[in-house]
């Protein structure tokens, strides 16, 4: 992502009238992650993620389609759940990577203590979901539609 991108990506959500997007960023447990598969249709997964300020890091079992999806086509895009009227929308567009220095799922203490009660819920352990979602993936947001 340039710095230009980046910093008008910035302004976007430190606006006021984005809070509510900051907000669901920080605390929603799960996104939906958009990418190309081979035959150019659109794949979309729901995706447990966190974001740090500028790029959305998400963890996969090494062997989803959407891991072959961005290694031969890496736009992609992350969308969040909306209201029950979709009053507020977010969606970034942009590109991702397999991200082969982020570490462990268990090694990264903003992901642990996010995902420590949706976990229980989800009755799964961390060191097993740490193992099997082995893969980092990393999305570099080129463009966000806030609204």
């Known amino acids: 992502m340039t710095e230009f991108t980046a910093q008008r990506i910035r302004q976007a959500l430190e606006a ?4 509510w997007a900051r907000k669901h960023l920080a605390e929603d447990v799960v996104g939906w992650l958009t990418t190309v598969a081979a035959d150019g ?15 959305v890091l998400v963890y996969s079992k090494p062997d989803a389609p959407k891991i072959r999806n961005i290694a031969a086509n890496p736009q992609v895009s ?18 991702a990577e397999v991200d082969a220095a982020a570490p462990p799922w268990s090694a990264n203490p903003a992901m642990v203590a996010k995902f420590h009660e949706p976990l229980k819920h989800w009755e799964l352990d961390e060191a097993e979901t740490s193992r099997d979602f082995s893969a980092s993936i990393r ?9």
């Open 139 to 147: 999305i570099h947001p080129t463009r966000v539609r806030a609204f």
């Open 78 to 95: 992350f969308g969040l759940n909306t209201d029950e009227y979709g009053d507020h929308i977010l969606v970034f567009e942009g590109t």
């Open 41 to 55: 249709r659109a794949q979309s997964s729901p995706v447990s993620f966190l974001w740090d300020g500028e790029t």
């Open 16 to 19: 006021d009238s984005a809070a």
